[in-house]
């Protein structure tokens, strides 16, 4: 397999895991608008980026740059449960 073709199968795996990833949001979002609790959780948000931005290193990656990537997947993320 070329290096393109596996940089292919590893954006159609990112993409499928993005879903993944976006379907439990919205089972979660369910979960908050019938229990009353807001759609945005800063601290919860806070501790995923310090949690990934510590996998990013230990990964040998830019934390600041895969956080910035990761803040994307949380506005997406939190618009699919229902707040912006």
Not at 41 to 58: P, Q, S
Not at 71 to 83: E, R
């Amino acid at each position: 397999m070329g290096l393109r073709k596996k940089i292919d199968t590893i954006d159609e795996s990112l993409v499928i895991l993005l879903k993944d990833r976006i379907d439990l949001c919205k089972s979660i979002g369910k979960i908050k608008k019938e229990t009353g609790l807001a759609v945005k959780d800063l601290r919860r948000e806070d501790a995923v980026y310090v949690h990934i931005m510590a996998k990013a290193l230990e990964a040998d990656l830019d934390p600041q740059k895969v956080e910035a990537i990761f803040k994307q997947i949380i506005a997406l993320s939190v618009s699919v449960q229902g707040a912006e």
